[in-house]
């Protein structure tokens, strides 16, 4: 059993025990460059106690649980990759957590994307986009939430959300593409 599970399971120890471990898991990121002594003042014990709890964990001393808790905790980070992309995080989560989540759903995202592109079409788009002279843009979608455009320019957004691509085509030149994003 790793140490993340048996300490996530709190049985067999006592309360100072289960202190410290809170105090473990709430600050993972920041123990390996901790001493023992560091964290005995953190949790308000002493460094025997630290190592009481590190040999009820099967290690020798509190260098040997560092390494160990650092293997487990990457483990099973790795392991947890169930994030929800509609609700990423939770309010009680750290800032650091919360970063990870992120960073594991742009990952999924971007792993999905890069399944699904059509790597010939993307490369043929980028050639004619690359020989154009001018390009042109015509966005359909944003609804109200999207960009409003800038204040001399008001009503930007909903010019892009109307336009269709018919309009780009008196517009376009031979030296030019247009590109539609819906």
């Given at each position: 059993?790793?140490?993340?599970?048996?300490?996530?399971?709190?049985e067999?120890?006592?309360?100072?025990g289960?202190?410290?471990?809170?105090?473990?898991?709430?600050?993972?990121?920041?123990?390996?460059?901790?001493?023992?002594?560091?964290?005995a003042?953190?949790?308000?014990?002493?460094?025997?106690?630290?190592?009481?709890?590190?040999?009820?964990?099967?290690?020798?001393?509190?260098?040997?649980?560092?390494?160990?808790?650092?293997?487990?905790?990457e483990?099973?980070r790795?392991?947890?990759?169930?994030?929800?992309?509609?609700?990423?995080?939770?309010?009680?989560e750290?800032?650091?957590?919360?970063?990870?989540?992120?960073?594991?759903?742009?990952?999924?995202?971007?792993?999905?994307?890069?399944k699904?592109l059509?790597?010939?079409?993307?490369?043929?788009?980028?050639?004619?986009?690359?020989?154009s002279?001018?390009?042109?843009?015509?966005?359909?979608?944003?609804?109200?939430?999207?960009?409003?455009?800038?204040?001399?320019?008001?009503g930007?957004?909903n010019?892009?959300?109307?336009?269709?691509?018919?309009?780009?085509?008196?517009h376009?030149?031979?030296?030019?593409c247009?590109?539609?994003?819906?």
């Open positions: 059993m790793n140490i993340i599970t048996r300490m996530a399971e709190r067999g120890f006592t309360d100072t289960c202190q410290i471990i809170d105090y473990i898991m709430y600050h993972d990121t920041e123990l390996a460059q901790m001493t023992i002594g560091q964290l003042k953190q949790t308000y014990t002493s460094n025997p106690t630290i190592i009481r709890l590190c040999r009820k964990l099967g290690m020798d001393g509190f260098r040997e649980f560092k390494v160990r808790f650092a293997g487990d905790l483990k099973y790795q392991s947890k990759n169930d994030v929800d992309m509609d609700y990423p995080f939770r309010g009680n750290r800032p650091g957590d919360i970063m990870k989540n992120i960073g594991r759903l742009t990952k999924n995202t971007i792993d999905i994307l890069y699904d059509d790597i010939d079409a993307l490369t043929q788009a980028a050639n004619i986009i690359g020989r002279n001018r390009i042109y843009f015509c966005a359909n979608g944003g609804g109200q939430n999207g960009y409003p455009g800038p204040p001399d320019q008001p930007l957004q010019r892009l959300h109307d336009c269709q691509y018919d309009i780009l085509r008196p376009l030149r031979p030296e030019g247009g590109c539609g994003l819906q």
